[in-house]
């Protein structure tokens, strides 16, 4: 059936949204998504998995040393759990580039994040609705001892629109945002 659908997935995508009026019976198609394309490459990391991917190995390549990871299946999906999974080093990636984000638009807008301000990234991983293979959902928290929580929702807000991590899961990755 995926077969079937291709031809008209790939004919879809090419389209605006407005242009899309799907067949009766036939899934929706989503919007298209807009490429951001890079100004210029500032910075590149090479990572490399090798062996049977999610029950392999990963690892940096080239002058950036210091990160090998055993990987391992979830037992949810049917592995023993044992070694880390690409969602979690996905959590570790966005949260940490998040926390990176919200401390540049609040330095952008000469406010001092307070030193406990973290980023929690819950990335969740399962079929997607009406469709097959599998999907990811991530959940954003963000903790602040900032009094000023009004301040700390728009700084988030802001920081989301810089994240590079949320601008690659834009329209494409549901992520939602809970401000604390």
């Known amino acids: 059936m995926i077969a079937a659908r ?11 949204a407005s242009q899309v009026t799907p067949r009766v019976g036939q899934a929706s198609i989503p919007a298209a998504r807009s490429i951001t394309n890079l100004a210029k490459k500032q910075y590149t990391a090479h990572g490399r998995a090798e062996g049977k991917g999610r029950d392999g ?7 950036q040393v210091g990160l090998e990871v055993s990987l391992g299946l979830p037992k949810e999906l049917g592995g023993n759990g044992a070694g880390n999974n690409p969602e979690e080093l ?18 952008n807008a000469k406010e001092q994040l307070p030193s406990d301000t973290s980023v929690d990234a819950l990335v969740h991983i ?18 602040s001892s900032l009094s ?21 899961t834009r329209n494409n990755v549901p992520v939602s945002i809970n401000v604390q």
């Open 6 to 16: 291709t031809p008209t997935l790939l004919r879809a995508s090419l389209r605006t």
């Open 57 to 63: 190995h990963a690892l940096l390549v080239g002058d």
């Open 90 to 107: 996905f959590s570790l990636a966005y949260s940490s580039c998040f926390l990176s984000a919200l401390q540049l638009v609040a330095r």
């Open 126 to 143: 399962g079929p997607p609705e009406g469709s097959e293979g599998f999907a990811i959902a991530v959940d954003l928290t963000i903790k």
């Open 148 to 168: 000023d929580k009004n301040k700390l929702q728009s700084l988030v807000d802001q920081a989301h629109q810089v994240c590079p991590y949320s601008n690659a």
